[in-house]
């Protein structure tokens, strides 16, 4: 049985024609919880109890409760839900999972066995034990995986949700949002309660996004990037003092302006090689995130191939001395940007 896509899922709980078991993963955690409830409530509606209801720690890899649970019938209803958060494949035994391939292999009409994958990440590519849970799992249950959405869908979520709480928020203003904010949905749906709350059931304006909605670290360190490129001295030391005065992290902050550079550098290889950004983008997983490829080519072209070179050279003196712990940690994030905008003044593509 191969993966059910996301529209197969809403068909199936639109019509509350639920299979027996479903597992629910992917990197897009808010829509894993989201399904996860929608299906519990299809199962035994939202006032939960204790009879027709269980929730058990997949961590703590108790099988033998999970199916005694599975197999005891509802008390004065169709159907009872067990639910298990984080079920932790790599930690059971052999015994175990020999267990839980046989409780799969005969699910009972009068449960629904339901596998919420809200925080533990699985890795179905390189681990042995998961490629073989999953292929048990497609056998017997519906397997949906979640992924990050496109900027489009992204766009269209936050104007739905707009309209929902009252208000009318424009395509272009969602992608703002999206820009500042980055591609996560829960962080996204937290941002526009509070535009919402800011507006008042009108319509949201730009003035009300730039006043409200908070840039994540990987947006705010992005514009110190693009500062730095364009040998904007003033800029760039504002959005550092902006960072920290926002108390992030410094071994962070130094770790997504290296991203940066290092998306400068292999566009600049690519480019030099006679290679697309397609091909860029499939070799070193930018799905969905094909945006900083684009903006790493307009940007790059500042740059000379020994500027970028010399830049990741002085990024990884500064990750080694923020990591050793020698020196006050914004004296090292400071000099750092002024090696960087010398090196962009030096090293300007003519």
């Known amino acids: 049985m191969p993966l059910v896509k996301e529209d197969e899922l809403k068909k199936q709980i639109k019509a509350k024609n639920l299979a027996c078991c479903y597992f629910l993963y992917g990197e897009e955690k808010f829509l894993v919880r989201r399904y996860a409830e929608l299906l519990a409530d299809q199962a035994v509606g939202k006032e ?15 099988i033998d409760a999970i199916a ?5 019938l509802p008390l004065m209803a169709q159907r009872k839900c067990v639910w298990v958060n984080d079920l932790d494949v790599e930690s059971l035994s052999a015994t175990q999972n020999a267990k839980l391939e046989e409780l799969l292999s005969d699910l009972p009409d009068t449960c629904l066995l339901l596998f919420c994958q809200a925080t533990l990440e699985i890795d179905g590519k390189r681990s042995a034990k998961w490629r073989k849970f999953l292929t048990l799992a497609q056998k017997h249950c519906q397997v949906v995986e979640l992924g990050k959405r496109g900027a489009i869908a992204l766009e269209k979520q936050l104007v739905d949700w707009a309209a929902k709480r009252g208000c009318t928020l424009s395509r272009i203003l969602a992608g703002r949002v999206i820009q500042l904010c980055g591609d996560d949905l829960l962080t996204l749906r937290a941002e526009l309660e509070k535009l919402c709350a800011y507006a008042q059931d009108r319509e949201i304006t730009q003035e009300d996004v730039d006043t409200v909605v908070t840039q994540n670290l990987e947006t705010t360190v992005f514009v110190l990037a693009k500062a730095l490129m364009a040998r904007e001295y003033g800029r760039a030391y504002r959005r550092l003092d902006l960072l920290l005065y926002q108390k992030e992290e410094p071994v962070a902050i130094l770790a997504v302006l290296a991203s940066s550079y290092v998306d400068l550098y292999r566009v600049r290889v690519a480019e030099e090689s006679g290679e697309s950004l397609s091909a860029l983008s499939r070799d070193f997983d930018y799905k969905n995130k094909e945006f900083r490829l684009r903006n790493a080519q307009r940007d790059g072209r500042r740059l000379s191939t020994p500027a970028i070179k010399k830049s990741l ?3 990884l003196e500064a990750d080694v001395q923020l990591k050793s712990a020698r020196g006050d940690r914004r004296v090292v994030l400071e000099k750092l940007i002024a090696q960087l905008l010398l090196a962009a003044e030096g090293g300007a593509a003519s």
């Open 48 to 62: 939960r109890d204790g009879f027709n209801f269980q929730q058990f720690d997949g961590a703590g890899g108790d």
């Open 68 to 72: 005694a649970a599975v197999e005891a």
């Open 313 to 315: 050279e002085l990024l």
